[in-house]
């Protein structure tokens, strides 16, 4: 067994999200475990920008309420409790309502060789929020 200190909290990129979003790193797996999971915090309309995990991503909402879409234009509305399940190569953004915080457990694996899964694409535009506001 190993007990692991809190991690620093980390402002998330610009170039991957849009509004605040804040990070905390909460395990990051070594072999064989390539368990990767951190606490995301977004303010109020803040999102990431279009992505997609090559093993998949489970987010387990914590706090708040928010939004998850896909690209055929579905929109998951999610709030505390929920847990969204986003397969391999799906390319999806999520974050929280226009009105409210969001906070989420975000699970995932590295690739095999231990590398990052995660590609990251163009940013949500306002004009795509917006509409998952009304889907």
Avoid: C
């Amino acid at each position: 067994m190993e007990l692991q200190s809190p991690r620093p909290t980390v402002k998330t990129p610009a170039a991957t999200f849009t509004g605040d979003v804040y990070l905390t790193p909460i395990y990051n797996g070594t072999g064989p475990s390539r368990m990767t999971a951190a606490l995301v915090r977004f303010t109020p309309g803040a999102r990431t920008n279009w992505h997609s995990h090559a093993v998949g991503q489970t987010l387990h909402i914590s706090e708040g309420s928010g939004l998850v879409g896909v690209r055929d234009g579905a929109v998951v509305r999610v709030r505390a409790g929920d847990t969204v399940i986003a397969p391999p190569g799906e390319e999806h953004w999520h974050g929280a309502a226009g009105d409210t915080f969001l906070s989420h457990f975000a699970l995932l694996e590295a690739n095999p060789d231990g590398s990052d899964p995660t590609t990251w694409l163009e940013p949500v535009t306002d004009e795509q929020y917006d509409a998952a506001h009304q889907a």
